[in-house]
């Protein structure tokens, strides 16, 4: 049964979203994190990087997966979690909290975002 | 190192200096001409930090580790997609004669004649063999095999004036496929192939338009599946201008029943490490020989050797007189010592004993599959070539894939490749080869079956597993999140 | 047959098992337009049954025969492949069955043996080169560099600059995997027969990385420090191409700046065979660790807590990366990066030093033996290690010298006019260990009739 926070929004590919006023935060949910297994590398984007909704904006790496990680909105990269690169396992411990992996400035209202209920369905918990 | 025996050991750990066999010989240089010759500044100011250890002690360090590592030689290793045949001993005899070891490669013609007809002959074999009209001998490696006759493709679209960029492959593919692809700058379209495991002939025809450069398929496929339709398949890619690669990994079910030459291949590439016997190594050498059809052996790599008719004798030379050759894959001509192996074996099997390799592997192969269909699942039970594919069953074997595996190691059996192909979940790929004997592989069918038993009764016994080899499950996530790549002292 | 184990009853009681009554219909599925009817077609000179052992080995002994091998004529051959003393323990040790026929180390606790093999072969290149990580070998000295090149293309496009005395074969196998961008390949004249800042400074545009290989094709040693310090100036990466037996003597490349430095492995305990099986060897600064191909073997603990190895960082590799991976490379040379390793073993810090040192003594003898030739002199005044290249007389042809040295059982040498033009007089001479003083007394000899 895995952990879905209310307050955020989700996408299919299962990454959360902590929109705030001028910026948002990105991980990825319970459901992948324990897919993955133990997490081993994190690649992050470079700050100041633009993404579209939908492109991937960072590769985790476990021993035997490695899996694109895509941005739920359009924006640029302003904050990385750098102590991922010292605690690659901060996303299986805490996913929605110490585990966060980056911060973005939305530029449009777009990206297909569920609430918690809709996202339940999409893992079947 | 606390806890370590000299068994244990690094030849690091080991080392102790002046012990070894030229510890105490003077320098060779003759200091007052040194500086004259070379500047001091390119020299070495410190230690290298190489080991020293006797002569023994070498010995006895490496048959240590010999022990300590799964061979052919001495375990069944079913390996799906590997092909872990029996690696012949004159094989090893031959290829280490001085005539053929002690040979420098930019020896001038008349003093490699001998090479040079090995390699010729070896060529026209494989082109029969495989039903192609060309080989180039090049490739190290079944991956660099693909990534010469995509290389091929390449050259052979620019000179049409044709811009194709796609490569379609279907899911089941191995890994060194799209990897290849990628490298030479192609995208890579996967189609999902059908619920009997073989290609989709609709998706792929959707995807055969004017972009497509080459269709890269193993076949028989990695679920050990001979695709039915390959007639149509090669059809329909031809039909828009496209080009068909085999991936002849799976080859050791094809010789004397099938080439791929007929199946309307376009190029494929043979691993001689898999089927003409050459041993694996560990991780290599091996080969992977590029076949062609004549519409592209024009840009087959060079040099190639050609035969000449000269001062009445057949004469063997290398030539370069191909003009729209890719160039080189590989620094001089090729792994030579390899392919010496894989001509010996064909010339030790001949036709009709390569045609009773694959039969027997194919034999082996649906025998292993009757034996284990009741206590496994088979996905796709139907006569198979020389491998198959199986899975855990529920109630039956409920063990992990992977707990499977490593309780089989417990055995002295090498696992069977896991977790692939990935279109099944929690995939054991069994391909016995042909040089396995009725007594093998009912033993291994015995071991599967208690270890099935096991999981249902005492599931502990296969997540401890493996309990009876030097180390059990490796903290791979360690290794992975701080990698230590080198011998530092005192680690550990 | 021919290792096949089973008898006539023993496939019999198969097929009964399987439920078919002829083999044949475990064929029904391939389509009866290609299955294989007359195996005779084009089968010209094969035997349908296949040789005897007597037989094989016969044939074989008579292909052996009609090559001379360096066994039976004095070589002096260099050219990216040099004839080294293989020690009766790496030919025993390196053939191992145990070693020969196991596979890549999927299941690291049944390959325990060969993954700390391959560690220990890891550790030594990188305290040989003077770099952080080496991986396990690739295919060989060209295509490594191949590799590298392509790691600093992705780092920051550009040109890739080198000597027009690189190793011809490299130049070529840079140009066909390049062959999309041919442009960014840039060969960089050496009118003194090296790299120096002048010649390089007329390049202009990005620099992506300087190859630099040491000792160059010619034999001549090139200044990797001033070569490193002035392509790190234009943010370019300085990759070195090492001969791995000089290092005993040269500094480690990683001391003098380089980035990635790779090679031909084969002088280290791997036999000429005629080109091939050889190895290449990459090793590289720890922040490329993760961009780097090729398969790398881990430390690490087993659950009880005891040291072991494991393939790692696989996540690289195409069996996990498929498409997105760095290379596409699978098999590569472990075997032959055994070899090595054990070669190196038995040298010892020591010994490598010690063979350096002779191939370094020996070839500045014979070099200054031969240039009091009458006509005889060096091509380029320059440092070598053990290959220097020889400028005959004008009027003498440099292929002719060297069949008639042929003639008194001498390979005497690479004629350069075959990849260089401006160079028909050439002769590059390679000299190592293995030759002992009478050989070089009858070669400086067989020097002064052929040069009369």
Redesign the interface.
């Known amino acids: 049964m895995s952990n879905i926070p209310k307050n955020l929004k989700y996408t299919e590919s299962h990454e959360w979203i902590k929109m705030e006023s001028v910026e948002a935060t990105v991980g990825i949910t319970d459901h992948a994190q324990h897919e993955l297994t133990?997490i081993?590398?994190v690649e992050l984007p470079q700050i100041g990087k633009k993404v579209k909704a939908g492109e991937v904006a960072a590769v985790l790496?476990?021993?035997?997966?490695?899996a694109d990680i895509y941005s739920p909105v359009s924006g640029e990269v302003i904050q990385i979690n750098t102590v991922l690169s010292e605690k690659?396992?901060l996303i299986n411990e805490d996913p929605y909290g110490k585990g966060w992996i980056f911060k973005i400035k939305p530029s449009t209202a777009d990206g297909k975002l569920m609430d918690a209920t809709q996202y339940a369905c999409v893992v079947g918990s | 190192m606390k806890n370590l025996s000299v068994k244990e050991k690094l030849l690091f750990e080991k080392s102790v200096s002046g012990s070894g066999a030229f510890a105490e010989e003077p320098s060779k240089l003759n200091g007052d001409k040194l500086g004259k010759r070379i500047p001091a500044s390119y020299l070495r100011k410190e230690d290298i930090g190489l080991p020293e250890i006797s002569e023994r002690d070498l010995v006895q360090h490496y048959t240590h580790l010999a022990h300590r590592t799964f061979s052919v030689d001495a375990n069944f290793y079913p390996l799906g997609s590997c092909t872990m045949k029996y690696n012949p001993k004159i094989n090893e005899d031959i290829a280490s004669m001085e005539g053929f070891a002690c040979l420098h490669p930019h020896q001038s013609t008349e003093d490699i004649q001998g090479a040079l007809k090995v390699l010729y002959h070896l060529e026209r074999k494989l082109s029969f063999i495989c039903g192609m009209d060309h080989f180039s001998l090049q490739p190290a490696a079944g991956a660099h095999g693909e990534q010469t006759a995509l290389m091929i493709a390449k050259h052979y679209f620019q000179k049409r004036g044709e811009k194709r960029n796609k490569i379609v492959l279907p899911d089941s593919s191995h890994g060194t496929n799209p990897a290849s692809a990628a490298l030479c700058g192609f995208d890579v379209v996967t189609i999902a192939s059908t619920k009997d495991g073989e290609v989709d002939l609709e998706m792929l025809a959707k995807e055969c338009d004017e972009n497509i450069a080459v269709f890269m398929l193993t076949n028989p496929n990695t679920l050990g599946l001979f695709e039915r339709q390959i007639l149509k398949i090669c059809d329909v890619v031809h039909r828009t201008g496209g080009l068909t690669y085999c991936d002849g990994a799976n080859l050791n079910a094809l010789m004397g029943i099938s080439r791929p030459g007929d199946m309307g291949f376009d190029m494929m590439h043979v691993n001689t490490h898999k089927t003409l016997s050459t041993p694996h190594g560990g991780g290599g050498p091996g080969a992977g020989p590029v076949g062609v059809k004549s519409h592209l052996a024009e840009f087959l790599p060079v040099p190639r050797v050609v035969q000449e008719w000269e001062k009445h004798q057949t004469w063997y030379r290398w030539s370069f007189d191909f003009p729209n050759s890719i160039g080189s894959v590989k620094t001089f001509w090729g792994n030579f010592g390899i392919l010496l192996r894989a001509a010996v074996y064909i010339d030790s099997l001949g036709l009709k004993g390569l045609q009773n390799c694959s039969e027997t592997a194919i034999l082996n192969a649906n025998y292993l599959r009757k034996k284990l269909e009741d206590t496994f699942t088979i996905p796709h039970n139907r006569p198979c070539m020389h491998e198959f594919v199986m899975t855990p069953d529920k109630e039956k074997s409920p063990g992990k894939t992977m707990d499977i595996a490593k309780r089989l190691l417990d055995f002295g059996i090498h696992a069977p490749t896991v977790y692939f192909p990935l279109i099944v979940k929690d995939a054991i790929m069994i391909e016995p080869t042909e040089t396995e004997s009725k007594q093998t592989m009912d033993e291994f069918v015995d071991r599967l079956k208690d270890i099935a038993k096991e999981a249902r009764t005492n599931p502990e016994l296969l997540e401890q597993a493996p309990t009876k080899t030097y180390r059990s499950r490796m903290d791979e996530v360690q290794a992975a999140r701080n990698p230590v790549l080198q011998w530092i002292p005192n680690r550990i | 047959m021919r290792y096949i184990p089973h008898s006539p009853e023993t496939v019999s009681e198969m097929l009964q098992t399987i439920g078919v009554s002829h083999f044949e219909e475990l064929l029904s599925s391939i389509p009866t337009e290609i299955r294989v009817k007359d195996r005779a077609t084009g089968a010209d000179s094969w035997e349908e049954k296949g040789l005897s052992e007597i037989d094989l080995s016969r044939k074989y002994k008579l292909l052996a025969e009609e090559n001379t091998p360096t066994s039976k004529i004095d070589s002096y051959l260099g050219g990216g492949a040099y004839e080294h003393f293989i020690p009766s323990v790496v030919k025993h040790l390196g053939s191992k069955p145990e070693f020969l026929t196991s596979y890549t180390q999927y299941q690291p606790e049944s390959n325990q043996g060969m993954l700390q093999a391959l560690f220990e072969y890891q550790s030594m290149m990188c305290r040989l080169t003077g770099m952080d990580v080496s991986n396990a070998s690739h295919y060989d000295g060209g295509t490594s560099l191949m590799e590298a090149a392509l790691m600093a293309v992705r780092r920051k496009p550009g040109k890739l600059l080198f000597s027009t005395y690189l190793n011809p074969m490299w130049k070529r196998i840079l140009k066909t995997y390049f062959s999309e961008t041919p442009e960014i390949l840039c060969e960089v004249t050496a009118p003194d027969g090296v790299l120096t800042e002048d010649t390089l400074k007329n390049v202009d545009g990005n620099i992506s990385a300087l190859i630099v290989q040491n000792p160059n094709y010619l034999g001549i040693t090139e200044d990797l420090e001033a070569l490193a310090a002035y392509v790190h100036s234009k943010d370019g990466m300085l990759i070195a191409a090492v001969n791995p037996i000089a290092l005993g003597f040269l500094e480690a490349p990683g001391k003098l700046g380089a980035d990635i430095v790779v090679g031909e492995g084969q002088p280290l305990g791997n036999a000429l065979s005629y080109g091939g099986p050889y190895f290449g060897f990459m090793c590289v600064k720890k922040d490329w660790m993760r961009k780097m191909p090729g398969r790398l073997v881990g430390q690490t603990v087993d659950r009880n807590g005891r040291r072991g190895f494991v393939l790692t960082l696989q996540t690289r590799e195409q069996h996990i990366r498929r498409e997105k991976a760095i290379s596409n490379i699978c098999t590569n040379k472990a075997i032959c990066a055994l070899r090595a390793a054990i070669y190196l073993a038995y040298l010892g810090e020591s010994g490598l030093k010690r063979v350096a040192e002779e191939c370094f003594e020996k070839a500045h003898e014979l070099q200054e033996r031969l240039c009091q030739i009458e006509g005889l002199r060096l091509s380029f005044d320059k440092p070598f290690f053990n290959e220097f290249t020889l400028r005959l007389p004008k009027e003498k042809h440099a292929p002719d010298i060297l069949t008639q040295l042929r003639r008194l059982n001498i390979l005497g040498g690479i004629a350069q006019e075959a990849d260089y033009l401006h160079l028909s007089s050439d002769i590059t001479i390679a000299v190592t260990e293995t030759k002992n003083q009478e050989q070089l007394d009858r070669f400086v000899l067989a020097w002064k009739q052929v040069i009369i």
Not at chain 1, 61 to 66: D, I, L, M, P, Q
């Open positions: 133990d081993v590398f790496e476990s021993v035997k997966v490695a690659p396992g």
